[in-house]
């Protein structure tokens, strides 16, 4: 036991730093360019898709426009993505002769939820009876990587650590400026509706576990979550499979931007792990420099100047990311993704989807189906 009345929280350590992604995918009609609640016959088609591990291969989410395709436990990002492009290949061939065509971005440019339909299960049919309004408003997709992590003892260090890498993170993937027909004049306007959520948003900083155990012992008694899996955080550990899930990137449209993606968040938490192996005390934000910087790089995205570190200095964060970049491409060479790591400097260049997106619809004098179409193009590549 943690502590008196205190349930334990078993943390399955993972012995290698294994990498493993969710990557949530949107069903869109052909013709209408709308969302499409059909993910029960896409499921039909697919059938019983498993990872090298056993594990589900596609799974269901809340809407029934979505399905979450999952990969196994991997040892390189570049494994992980190959495996993913796997099944969207099976995917996109049971999608097809429905008349619907796969997407992914933070938000859908037009779509109304009002017209979604839900996934029925006790856990969701629980979420939308306590979060009414805002349950129902979630028609938002991201992308999560889970990172293997020795011991529980490191997993709020890193964790916390981790938070000065959040405002690098989301400007990078930010791919929802739009909602609902308007632009919301946000890069990522999916954060900030994700935190509406009772249990969403950005985690606390406890020091160590066994406050995080009275955290959840606080939680369960009094009917906050039932179980782990319904505490949301931007980054969260999960106990279960011994790893640091990282939560905080919008819905991304290319392979090769999420193998960058990937890359970079294995390469931060390895880094991190590494340093305290080598004795070192992690660096942290003050949790309100933290929430000014999630803040900032929704509503400004690669724009955004960031605060760096518990001094309050500044930087924008494109500056403050070529330097991040470079101190862990050693990280990246002993974990095989030097490659995708290197993709993580191409996103500015290009820009990153929210700016595509905004680009796509200045083109066609605000046709937001010439958005879908780019991002359903994008995710073909």
Known sequence: MAGAGIDHVPFDGSPRPTVGIEWEIALVDKATRDLSNTAAAVFDSVGDLRSHDGRPRVTKELLRNTIEIVTGVHDTVGSAVDELAGTMRVLRRAADPLGVDLFCAGTHPF???????????????????????????????????????????????????????????????????????????????????????????????FENWTQFEHFVHDQLKTGVFAQLGGMHWDIRPAPKWGTIEVRVCDGISTRTELAAMAALIH??????DRRIEQGETLPALPPWHVQENKWRAARYGLDAIIITDADSNERLVTDD???????????????GCRNELALVAEIPKRGASYQRQRRVAAAAQGDLIAVVDSLVEELNH
């Open 267 to 272: 390469c931060l938490v390895v880094d991190l």
């Open 111 to 205: 779509a109304q939820w009002s017209a979604q339909q839900l996934t029925r299960s006790a856990h969701y049919d629980e979420l939308i009876e306590r979060t009414q309004w805002w349950g129902r408003q979630m028609m938002i997709w991201g992308v999560h990587v889970h990172v293997g992590v020795s011991h529980r003892e490191k997993v709020f260090p890193i964790l916390n650590s981790l938070l000065l890498s959040y405002p690098h993170l989301l400007a990078l993937s930010a791919s929802s400026p739009m909602w609902s027909g308007s632009d919301t004049g946000y890069a990522s306007n999916r954060t900030l509706m994700f935190q509406q959520l009772p249990t969403a948003g950005l985690p606390f900083q």
């Open 321 to 335: 990311l070529d330097d991040l970049l470079n101190r862990l491409e050693p990280t990246a060479v002993q974990l």
